[in-house]
């Protein structure tokens, strides 16, 4: 019966077919509820080893058939179920022939919601000789073009995706990049031109830059230039931290106090 | 009132000893003449007699210096004198004193013995006459559990000095079957021990993961009886095997509910602050990361625990680097220290180049050392540090410069992701300079006097606050024996030499335990 379900579920979501998966795959979960050897459950019997391997496929497959959906709560939330699939039970049930890019994609996920330190927790868990896979390398370098500032080439990589399930967080991933862009445009620049702002960001035309700045209020268009007001200059007294002064002195003399 | 009991129960057992002893004292005259020898037989012995006072007067400090002087012990008796020993505190018809001997002969064959060869005849016939008196001295018969739990953990890190490291486990858990079965109180610090050395084990043998319910569930009993020592080592052996398993996520969670007792020993302390420096640094947390790691250089023992110490400065270099400072130079020129060190060294030069080529260089030559020390991803995150401090040390020495030379310089592949990056440098504060796209160039910012800020008053804030803290550590260290405020002050000048002798000796109990072995 799962088994069924589980090979029916793979054709659909492989095909894209949103809504009809999405039938199946309420079904699969019911079925799934009957097994006993899902986390945390680590005993190993006598099914434990087909049941745990099923039900990896049925949750492969539904992260497959959430990307074609868009929906990236359902992405994550598929992700950390499949999580000890890969990892806990690995001795026992094997790898899987997409966990490579299954991997990838969570860190991926983790990536785009700028979720760093689970970013690098997550890292830590595959191995050296998995890290050179294309689906994981093409993530870690990601990670490495944002850390160091290469945005050009992030802006790039949705044409070098290595596996097609990428495509949609690449596209969010690239939105939250174009905000990176623009706050360090403002603040390294006095004035751009209007064309190469546009082609620093990689916006498809004059008009979704306009768009963007709509949401900027200190970017000011003259003629064919963008230039950026700077923050007012703030009177030097307010830059006293005179309160922070007060209190570290106050403390001084409290700990002397208690020394003397 | 409790004082006064304990006073009583010491000052029995201390005749009792007397009259047992007595060879043993003249022996202590005959030699205070000359050198008095250090006898492991008689000092395991003495051991022991602390042992069982400290256990009927319920004293957790008497325990503990019962452990610390073990370590002294333990390096220098040989099995055939523990054995001796043993006979006369645990009946030798008992299963366990059977057992005992045959694990010490199983770990003799391993070469795990280590004792003191004397160095002249009369040495030699002085130990056999001791040894004689061990032989003819009348057996205990009310053997106290803590006795039993104490020589068995000696049979136990007999076993895994020997290689017999499956053995070891087994006895371990035996152990600690027997230590819960008993259920007092007294028997925690030795539960501890146990917890430890059967852990050790199962990491040697590749199976820590079994053993992960065990620790948690003992942490949890551990907490509800109030056991701090025991919680203490416990959460480490935890995040020791999580650290071990890369399960940084896990190992995180845990820190931030499990409470670190205050009161754990230093060697737990600095233990701790190892892992959680480690944890802080995986999760991108450089800075407190950097002041955990400090710290625990600080507290580390100074002379041994070498491998630890090496350890600790490989990580705390490189989250110094991480964090954009230079490590201290002589960190590597300690002479212990200067070999393990060198790939380091090499990284440190390389990064304080800004030159990626470089970097690159010593990470692919270097891969198998970082890979074996578990700090390959932490020397992946450092490009980005080389790419900075290259950025920084540009935008000091020209005042205008082009993206295509930048990128030339640091070695990016194209002008963009050098212009993007500078873009990014000077919004993250790290270079003051403005950039221009038309003419494609990078131009420095007049250097701004750094005493006109409040960076000089943050930098004398920071010293300040450290010495306070180091004084208030202090004062909180400190340690008083437990009547010490009773003691009148008409005392004669014996009593002060005793005292100040047993302070000598607690000093020195305390550096031996700082010995103890550190990995």
């Not at chain 2, 065990?214 to 919680?231: F, I, K, M």
Request: aromatic content about 6%; overall charge negative.
């Amino acid at each position: 019966m799962a088994e069924a379900l589980a090979k029916e579920l793979r054709k659909t979501a492989e095909a894209g077919k949103v809504s009809s998966g999405e039938e199946v795959l309420r079904k699969a979960k019911r079925e799934l509820t009957e097994f006993e050897a899902l986390p945390p459950n680590t005993e190993v019997t006598r099914t434990s080893k087909k049941q745990r391997q099923l039900a990896r496929d049925i949750y492969e497959s539904a992260v497959v058939l959430s990307v074609a959906a868009n929906d990236k709560a359902a992405i994550a939330r598929h992700l950390q179920l499949l999580r000890p699939f890969n990892f806990e039970y690995r001795d026992e049930i094997g790898d899987s022939s997409r966990r490579a890019e299954m991997i990838g994609l969570e860190l991926l996920v983790l990536l785009v919601q700028q979720e760093l330190a689970e970013f690098h927790s997550l890292l830590e868990l595959v191995s050296m000789k998995e890290r050179n896979d294309k689906c994981i390398t093409f993530v870690t370098e990601l990670e490495q073009y944002l850390s160091e500032g290469s945005y050009n080439k992030v802006l790039g990589a949705r044409k070098r995706t290595p596996c097609k399930t990428y495509s949609s967080l690449l596209e969010s991933l690239e939105e939250t990049v174009r905000e990176e862009i623009g706050s360090c445009i403002e603040v390294s620049y006095s004035s751009i031109s209007i064309s190469a702002a546009q082609k620093l960001m990689n916006l498809s035309s004059q008009k979704a830059l306009e768009d963007y700045m709509t949401s900027k209020d200190n970017w000011e268009v003259n003629g064919s230039t963008i230039t950026f007001k700077g923050e007012p200059v703030k009177d030097l007294a307010d830059q006293i931290p005179s309160h922070a002064l007060i209190q570290s002195s106050l403390n001084y003399a409290h700990e002397l106090e208690r020394i003397v | 009132m409790a004082g006064k009991k304990k006073d009583a129960g010491k000052d029995g057992e201390k005749s009792d000893a007397s009259k047992e002893n007595s060879p043993e004292q003249q022996q202590k005259e005959e030699a205070s003449a000359k050198e008095e020898p250090f006898v492991a037989m008689d000092a395991l012995h003495e051991n022991l007699q602390l042992l069982e006072a400290s256990v009927q007067s319920k004293d957790q400090n008497g325990l503990k210096r019962v452990l610390r002087k073990n370590t002294a012990i333990r390096k220098t008796i040989a099995f055939d004198d523990f054995g001796l020993v043993m006979d006369v505190w645990i009946p030798p018809t008992s299963s366990l004193n059977k057992q005992l001997h045959s694990e010490l002969s199983a770990a003799a064959r391993g070469g795990a013995e280590s004792a003191l060869v004397p160095e002249n005849e009369e040495e030699v016939e002085f130990l056999a006459k001791r040894r004689k008196e061990y032989t003819a001295m009348d057996v205990k018969t009310d053997t106290l559990p803590e006795t039993e739990a104490y020589l068995s953990l000696f049979a136990i890190k007999a076993l895994m000095d020997g290689g017999r490291i499956e053995q070891a486990q087994d006895s371990a858990s035996q152990l600690l079957e027997m230590i819960s079965a008993e259920n007092r109180r007294t028997l925690d610090l030795f539960q501890a021990k146990a917890y430890q050395f059967k852990a050790r084990c199962a990491e040697l043998l590749g199976d820590a993961a079994a053993l992960r319910p065990e620790l948690l569930s003992a942490h949890r009993t551990a907490c509800l009886r109030l056991d701090e020592q025991g919680q203490a080592m416990l959460i480490n052996l935890i995040l020791r095997n999580y650290t071990e398993a890369n399960l940084v996520d896990q190992a995180v969670k845990f820190a931030f509910k499990a409470h670190f007792p205050e009161s754990a020993s230093n060697n737990q302390q600095v233990r701790h602050l190892y892992y959680m420096g480690r944890l802080s640094a995986l999760q991108l947390d450089y800075s407190v990361a950097f002041q955990k790691l400090t710290q625990a250089i600080r507290k580390a023992p100074s002379n041994t625990g070498l491998g630890f110490r090496i350890a600790l400065h490989k990580l705390a270099s490189i989250v110094q680097l991480l964090m954009g400072e230079t490590p201290e130079r002589s960190w590597f020129a300690q002479p212990e220290m200067e070999v393990p060190l060198a790939p380091y060294f090499e990284l440190v030069r390389a990064v304080r180049n800004g030159s990626l080529a470089e970097y690159d260089r010593v990470r692919e030559a270097r891969a198998a050392v970082f890979a074996e020390d578990k700090l390959a991803t932490l020397v992946v995150r450092l490009r980005n540090s080389v790419i900075r401090t290259g950025l920084r040390r540009i935008n000091v020495s020209y005042s205008r410069i082009s993206f295509k030379d930048i990128a030339k310089r640091l070695a990016l592949d194209q002008p963009e992701s050098a212009e993007l990056a500078c873009a990014k440098a000077i919004r993250d504060g790290v270079i003051e300079a403005t950039l221009n796209h038309e003419k494609g160039y990078m131009k420095s910012s007049d250097v701004m006097d750094i005493y006109s800020t409040i960076e000089p008053q943050q930098a004398f804030h920071r010293r300040i606050q450290f010495c306070l803290d180091m004084h208030n550590e202090a004062v909180k260290s400190m340690r008083y024996p437990p009547d010490a405020h009773k003691v009148k002050h008409d005392q004669t000048e014996d009593d002060d030499d005793l005292e100040k002798k047993s302070e000598e000796e607690l000093a020195k109990e305390i550096e031996e335990e700082l010995e103890e072995d550190e990995d």
